[in-house]
RNA sequence: GGCCGGAUGGCAGAGUGGUUAUGCAGAGGACUGCAAAUCCUCGUACGUCGGUUCAAUUCCGGCUCCGGCCUCCA
């Protein structure tokens, strides 16, 4: 089976043909760095890196290039704001985004260009569109003309008319026609800026996109991803900027978007301020978990957001380690193929992350089952590659029964150890009593134990 | 107003023109001192009204409801 992804350009499911099968180039939307990342803003981060696990395993190479966007009105005004200066401010974020991001075991990207830093690339990338008469120079400003690309709005598949129509923004008096949008805008003494030949000055906001994934995939290059409500303005704007530039079949072929992260089946954004951050999330939860609740949805789909949801995943994940910690002595073994397939099918077809964990079930109850050590081998070996795949099931069985990665409290290992100790010697002597009343005490701590044949173990619950 | 999505069993959530999704919860059983974990069995779901078809949850159309975009946003 090879890998189908959902185009939005197209708005089908298509096969994905890469440009160079021997070097696939991925572009993903990053962060603004002002403020603590939402769980919203984790979705695309998940999801882009599982379709960048999938696409490392089924082509030699892979680069994938993720911006951090550090010019900004918003980074500006929480400067102002705060008082502290608006380095800090992004190197603050960044440094947060990383931490939390690998706590849900999302991969670096290869490359992560700051716009700060590729103001050349975009200053020249201006002038080559006012060179070829897509942009105009207007009081400080540098504008795209819309009127002068014949197939603007193809991607959000709306017309020109449609979005003046629409528009609730009132229309800068410098602008030729509504629908133009900034390259780049005119800074004040107070404010960051670049000189360039309009003047002292800083980009808009598409710009830097255009540029950055220019320089470091190409003008062509395979996927461009990011979130649902990119779609328009913003990958609208990039594909005008980049194919007039560049000429007409240029920039990404396949255009990827992940539906958005709802809490009570309303949108979660910043704006509305019903938001949780992944940082707050961690604190309760571990990040597996978090990653694992943000897969159960297929990626199109709108997710919502619930406290029952992520109990699950770490049910689910529980279920999955309790697995592994049983064939812990047995090495993974070769003949593993058979038993990933369905997971690989599924995850090529479009990402199908919730049929590929229910196929990764399936390779669970089966490792229950066998009895055989070259199957248990088999079957562990096929989902630990799962786990690689979808970026879960890293950590070793025994620290995730033991609470890795919440933070603790209460009786400490050795407490657990001593109070199992006393059990076992009550329930040698037949006293049940005794024995139920410290697993009573256990588990009010939150510990739950489980007799087996070599002993008895615990996990947190 | 314009343009998009969605509506699946108690819950979450895939998928399919006629055959079991999967998980959780629930019921029964095996195992256990009792539990837990694990394994086995079970409920026979696809918003509504029409149409196409031998056959529709699955294709087409109307309707209802929900959500989103059109402005910064993942």
Redesign the pocket.
């Known amino acids: 089976m090879a890998l189908c992804v959902y185009n939005t350009l197209t ?1 089908s499911k298509d096969p994905f043909a890469p440009l160079d099968p021997g070097h696939v180039r991925m572009y993903v ?1 990053g ?2 760095v002002y403020d603590r990342a939402h769980i ?2 984790a ?2 981060v998940v999801v882009f890196d599982t379709l960048y696990r999938l696409l490392k395993r089924l082509y030699p190479r892979v680069t994938y290039a993720r911006n951090i966007t550090d010019v900004d009105d ?1 980074i500006n005004a929480r400067a102002q704001e705060s008082g502290r200066s608006i380095r800090d401010i992004t190197e603050e974020t960044a440094a947060w985004y990383h931490d939390d991001m690998a706590a849900l075991n999302a991969l670096p990207p290869d490359v992560e260009p700051r716009a700060t830093e590729h103001i050349a690339e975009m200053i020249a990338l201006i002038a080559v569109l006012i060179e070829k008469g897509h942009a105009y120079a207007a009081e400080g400003h540098v504008l795209f003309s819309v009127s002068s690309m014949a197939d603007y709005g193809a991607l ?3 017309s020109r008319d ?2 003046i ?5 009132e229309v800068a008096p410098y602008k030729k026609d509504p629908g133009d ?1 900034v390259l780049w805008k005119p800074s004040t003494p107070d404010l960051p800026g670049w000189d360039s030949p309009w003047g002292r000055g800083r980009p808009g ?1 598409h710009i830097e996109c255009s540029a950055m994934s220019g320089k470091y995939l190409g003008i062509s290059f395979d996927i461009h991803g ?9 990958h609208e704007n990039e594909i005008a900027q980049s194919t007039c530039a560049h000429g007409a079949g240029t920039f990404a072929r396949y255009w990827m978007h ?5 809490v009570d ?7 509305l301020g019903n938001f949780f951050t992944v940082h707050d999330l961690l604190a309760k939860a571990p990040g597996e978990a978090i990653r694992l609740t943000l897969l ?3 990626y199109h ?4 957001w ?1 406290d ?2 992520l109990a ?1 995943a770490k ?2 994940l529980d ?1 999955f380690y ?2 592994l910690a049983r064939v812990e002595d047995v090495p993974p073994g070769a003949a593993a193929e058979p038993h990933l397939a369905p997971v690989l099918a599924a995850l090529e ?2 990402l ?1 992350t ?2 590929a ?2 196929a990764m ?2 390779i ?2 089966r490792l ?2 066998a009895e055989a050590a070259d199957e248990q081998a088999a079957l562990k070996s096929a989902l630990l590659q799962a786990g690689e795949l979808t970026g879960l099931l890293a950590s070793a069985p025994e620290d995730w029964r033991r609470g890795a990665g919440v933070p603790t409290s209460g009786l400490s290992d050795a407490e657990i150890d001593g109070m199992i100790a006393a059990r076992a010697a009550a ?1 040698a002597s037949r006293n ?1 009593a005794e ?2 009343r410290l ?1 009573r005490i256990l588990a009010d701590a939150g510990i ?5 044949a070599g002993g008895t173990g615990w996990r947190r619950g």
């Open positions: 708005r939307c962060p603004t919203g803003n979705r695309p918003k959000s598949r709306r449609e979005m129509a629409g528009a609730r923004v949008f906001w990011g979130g649902q409500d990119l779609v328009f303005p913003h992940n539906g958005y992260l709802m089946g309303e949108k979660m954004s910043k704006s159960s949805t297929h789909q709108p997710l919502n619930t029952d949801g699950q049910q689910t279920r309790a697995a077809d479009d199908n919730p049929a964990i229910a079930h399936d669970v109850t229950n089952k329930r049940f024995a139920d697993r739950l134990l489980e007799d087996g």
